[in-house]
């Protein structure tokens, strides 16, 4: 006969308690399942637009308050001067056409300066805040980083239209002090307009590139390497119809401004000037494209 369990034994005998609970998926009617709010995203969305202005006026304070874009805009107008003034007084003979310098051809010569200046300041808008650790701050108070790419854009182009008559202006006005001729006028309107529009796309070029290097100095060195080295360099290695896409080579092109060095194989390759505008235009945009994506993805702090 097999002796009584030990009470203390029955008490520690595990009890499973089973609850069924209905399911979710099979109880839940259409009418409870959360939605998503798309209000909110517009909202959001209005909200990003709305702050268009501020961006625009903090970045007009940070263009303004920078003394490297103002030592350029003030610079332009000199370079401008002495330029056509040097050419008035001293050079006087054009070692293309072996003529005399006239007022119609002077006051352009500056441009090309002025659109490499133009190039570094957009470059200086961006590498200056990376470098002064300024740019984590604004990116913290606007997290909408394609606010602050369209107003530092803007802002860019409005600077370089402004450097672009600065330049003019003062080639135009050391053309008439260094007591040069008139010459041929009638296409003055026509060059003046397309020297303005590459000099508003130079910054934002600058721009890109300072958004991808992030690095003031290097960043420059870049610029000034590639315009006075490696694009002289590849025009000299590479047929007419190859070096003719190159992006200073296409803002000579609209510029008008031929150079001694041009062949007749070289002539005969030339695009348009509503080639070049789209070419040069292109560099720009995808410089500012490719800024615009690694500016999203990397860390700003």
């Known amino acids: 006969m097999s002796p009584h369990p030990n009470p203390q034994q029955r008490l520690q005998k595990p009890i499973t308690i089973t ?18 709010d798309r209000s909110v995203r517009e909202r959001a969305r209005r909200d990003e637009v709305a702050s268009i202005p501020t961006a625009l006026r903090s970045e007009w304070i940070k263009l303004t308050t920078l003394r ?7 610079l332009t ?7 056509s003034f040097i050419l008035a007084v001293v050079v006087k003979i054009d ?3 072996n003529k005399p310098y006239n007022i119609g051809e002077t006051f352009l010569f500056s441009t090309w300066l002025t659109i490499v200046l133009a190039a570094i300041a957009g470059i200086l808008m961006f590498t200056s805040e990376v470098q002064h650790g300024t740019m984590a701050t604004a990116m913290t108070a606007q997290p909408a980083r394609w606010v602050t790419v369209a107003a530092k854009s803007a802002i860019a182009a409005g600077f370089g239209l402004a450097m672009g008559a600065l330049g003019m202006f003062g ?7 260094g007591g040069l001729e008139r010459g041929d006028t009638s296409d003055m309107t026509t ?4 020297g303005l529009f590459v000099a508003t796309l130079a910054p934002l070029l600058g721009l890109g590139i300072g958004m991808i290097v992030r690095h003031s100095a290097a960043a420059v060195s870049f610029l000034l390497v590639w315009v006075f080295v490696l694009e002289i360099l590849i025009r000299a ?10 992006p200073f080579s296409a803002a000579n092109g609209l510029l008008g401004t031929g150079t001694g060095t041009n062949t007749p194989e070289m002539i005969a390759a030339e695009l348009s000037r509503v080639q070049d505008a789209f070419l040069f235009g292109g560099y720009a945009a995808a410089a500012l494209t490719v800024g615009t994506v690694l500016l999203y993805r990397r860390d700003m702090s």
Do not use: M
């Open 95 to 97: 070692p293309d056409t």
């Open 171 to 177: 080639g135009l006005s050391g053309a008439v002090l």
């Open 68 to 74: 490297s874009n103002v030592t350029i805009l003030t």
């Open 191 to 194: 060059k003046a307009l397309w």
């Open 237 to 246: 290695l590479v047929p007419p119809n190859v070096h003719r896409f190159l």
């Open 19 to 36: 609850i069924t609970t209905p399911s979710i998926a099979s109880s839940a009617t259409p009418d409870l399942l959360p939605l998503p």
């Open 77 to 83: 107008p000199i370079i401008g001067v002495l330029l």
